[in-house]
RNA sequence: GGCUGGGUGGCAGAGUGGUAAUGCAGCGGUUUGCAAAACCGUACCUCGCCGGUUCGAAUCCGGCCUCAGCCUCCA
């Protein structure tokens, strides 16, 4: 039975479909004006395996992951760059596919965009005016009023009146409300802008999770994802958005992933202390950070530094290492499976599920026949999306390795001579070139550090 | 000020009532030409502080200290 944590009721809860058999579930992604940072990297690795253990279990999942294109920050960046708009969002969401399928994350089965998902948008704001929940202010912006939405801070457990809105901003006056939020914001001159019953302009961005989310996946739908941050006002406001405009409810599970720190501190743009994907990309292997990402538990913040990673990547060759050399069977349920699966059921407890492999590596390393605890250890990190790679592959990087081929082979020869000295030179050269060498029976095999 | 979520052995990180998973690091041994990898054994520490409930608490309750996040955009 799968339990999941579901941020509106703040505890584990046994997860049943709203449609049996089938999972329809809403991350919100990227704002596209940027580089993927790790802390994007872990939304999008989290919610990955959520979907992969999803449908592992037999669910058939509708997943939606959206793509911002439109918003004051892609708008102001493109300006700063002197480029047009969809050349930047272009050229970034490029970008964030490279980073993203390097860490070998899935594809979203539908991956709308807001700027083509106007007509929803402009509906679902007619809507929101037609019921009373939505007004025109003096500048002509569209804005809800959440004082009409009686259910409004239930998901964060906020109250209207303990909110101090202007507490940071300036609250603007136009508003009924300070908390307000806008749902169409009226054309300034060399900005895009779309036709409107109200005139041209652009969406708020928090309709356009509304818009999309339900005209993928239906009024009622079974998972909403997103980072912790994004819980208020975002996701409080998409609730309010969303069920005032079609009168269902919204979402029956609210799934929310912790931070990335670095030194104690939320990793963030704002903070300007974020590490891009690509650029960690440079010095480890992309399943290291995958694995690494996995190794706390998906709620929990995460400390980024290089120490951490160099830690996740030994303990990514430890696996490696137990799996190389072993002969291919197939995968049949061993005693092991049962206990990694009581942990992924348990609201993806990923650290725990891990632990699992290591318990199948020892065994492999141990066991006089360990082909199938190999075939369970690669069978089981499959699930989580790790230990894919040919072993061999793996530990050996991608560079070239001929000239390691070849000085392994000298001191081979040497070592045959029993000329220890020749053998310990060349292996002091092989160390220098980052080649750590271990001699076994069957001749020696080699890793890169 | 309000609301969330934390504080676990040297480090990282699970565990929410029965006496600390897993990885790294340490120590002793096996193995090795020496190493490395691997295996076997092992220590440390008792789970922020104080009080309470209980036969029994890291795990429940109360208070306190402290850290992070949200209340502007943010995964």
Known sequence: MLTIHNSLTKQKEPFTPIEAGKVRLYVCGMTVYDHCHVGHARMIVVFDVVVRYLRYLGFEVTYVRNITDIDDKIIQRAHENGEDIQTLTTRFIQAMYEDIDALGVLRPDIEP??????????????????????????????????????????????????????????????????????????AKSGEPSWDSPWGKGRPGWHIECSAMSTHCLGNHFDIHGGGMDLQFPHHENEIAQSEGATGEPFVNVWMHNGFVRVNNEKMSKSLGN?????????????????????????????????????????????????????????????????????????????????????????????????????????????????????????????DDVSEIEQLIAERLAARKQRDWAEADRIRDRLQELGVILEDGKEGTIWRKR
Request: net charge negative; with cysteine.
């Open 113 to 186: 965009r807001a700027t083509e998902s106007m007509p929803e948008i402009i509906t679902m704001i007619a809507r929101l005016l037609e019921k009373g929940y939505a007004y025109a202010t003096r500048n002509g912006d569209i804005c809800y009023t959440i004082q009409r939405f009686a259910a409004y801070g239930q998901l964060s457990g906020k109250q209207l009146d303990d909110l101090r809105a202007g507490e940071r901003v300036v609250i603007d006056e136009s508003k009924q409300h300070p908390l307000d939020f806008v749902l169409w914001k009226m």
């Open 274 to 398: 974020f590490f891009t994907v690509r650029d960690v990309l440079k010095r480890y292997d992309p399943e290291v950070i995958r694995y690494f990402i996995l190794t706390s538990h998906y709620r929990s913040p995460l400390n980024y530094s290089d120490q951490e990673l160099d830690a996740a990547k030994q303990a990514l060759t430890r696996l490696y290492t137990a799996l190389r050399g072993l002969p291919q069977i197939s995968y049949q349920k061993g005693q092991y499976s049962q206990r990694f699966h009581a942990a992924m059921a348990d609201d993806f407890n990923t650290p725990e599920a891990l632990s699992v492999l290591f318990e199948l590596a020892k065994e492999i390393n141990k066991n006089e026949t360990p082909a199938e605890f190999g075939a369970e250890l690669h069978h089981l990190g499959g699930i989580l999306g790790l230990l894919q790679a040919d072993p061999d592959t793996f530990l050996h990087g991608t």
